[in-house]
Nanobody, 116 residues
Framework: VQLQASGGGLVQTGASLRLSCAASGRTYSISRLGWFRRVPGKEREFVAA???????QYADSVKGRFTISRDNTKDTVYLEMNSLKPEDTAIYYC???????????WGQGTQVTVSS
């Protein structure tokens, strides 16, 4: 499975962004898609996940502000980010669980910068 993330950018506090991640290859094997983020010098952080049955999971820090969704017809997962804060600044990565019960496929990352 290959993943291509896009949609990052520079925005002001309170703005919105939508990230997209298009999957290709053996997409039929994907059971779970997730978004993670990393700030230089810090550990990678889980943001959100969506299972193939539509169940979603969010980190406490983004609950109520971010929404993850997937379009299986386009093999794409989205992360709608609202009310962005400077602490949301990070490189965002999408990842896929292709049946191994772990995220073993990763996209290249897209930078999100929120200015105060």
């Amino acid at each position: 499975v290959q993943l291509q993330a896009s949609g990052g950018g520079l925005v002001q506090t309170g703005a919105s962004l939508r990230l997209s991640c298009a999957a290709s290859g053996r997409t039929y094997s994907i059971s779970r898609l997730g978004w993670f983020r990393r700030v230089p010098g810090k550990e990678r952080e889980f943001v959100a996940a969506v299972w193939d049955n539509g169940v979603t999971q969010y980190a406490d820090s983004v609950k109520g502000r971010f929404t993850i969704s997937r379009d299986n017809t386009k093999d794409t997962v989205y992360l709608e980010m609202n009310s962005l804060k400077p602490e949301d600044t990070a490189i965002y990565y999408c990842a896929a669980d292709a049946g191994s019960r772990s995220y073993d496929n990763w996209g290249q990352g897209t930078q999100v910068t929120v200015s105060s």
